[in-house]
């Protein structure tokens, strides 16, 4: 069993910045890739990043390319998702995944290639 606990959401003005973090434990998170989704009222979830076990390569929606940035700790067993330039559209529940899938190398975005989520954490953006 893997348990995710998001954290760092809040309410943040239009053009600030904020970073959530993602908190892994129950097996050896440094094997698996790792995702972020949102979802905001009445839409469906939607990947936002991916990032697999070794940083450098990494995968952005193209609604936040240049502007989100996905790392991961695997010392800390944490994974990140810096957000800068925030817009009123960017608010949602942000959630992060990870996937199962053996050696961790796949970059994948869909919600149904992803095996366990976190409870979500909420981004509030005024205009």
């Known amino acids: 069993q893997v348990q995710l606990a998001e954290s760092g959401g809040g309410l943040v003005q239009a053009g600030g910045s904020l970073r959530l973090s993602c908190a892994a434990s129950?097996?050896?998170?440094?094997?698996?890739?790792m995702g972020w989704f949102r979802q905001a009222p009445g839409k469906e979830r939607e990947f936002v990043a991916a990032?697999?076990?070794?940083?450098?390569?990494?995968l952005y929606a193209d609604s936040v390319k240049g502007r989100f940035t996905i790392s991961r700790d695997n010392a800390r067993n944490t994974v990140y998702l810096q957000m800068t330039s925030l817009k009123p559209e960017d608010t949602a529940i942000y959630y992060c995944?990870?996937?199962?899938?053996?050696?961790?190398?796949?970059?994948?975005?869909?919600?149904?290639?992803?095996?366990?989520w976190g409870q979500g954490t909420q981004v509030t953006v005024s205009s």
């Open positions: 995944a990870l996937d199962q899938t053996p050696r961790g190398l796949s970059l994948r975005v869909g919600v149904s290639e992803y095996d366990y």
């Open positions: 990032i697999p076990v070794s940083p450098g390569r990494t």
């Open positions: 129950g097996r050896t998170f440094s094997s698996y890739a």
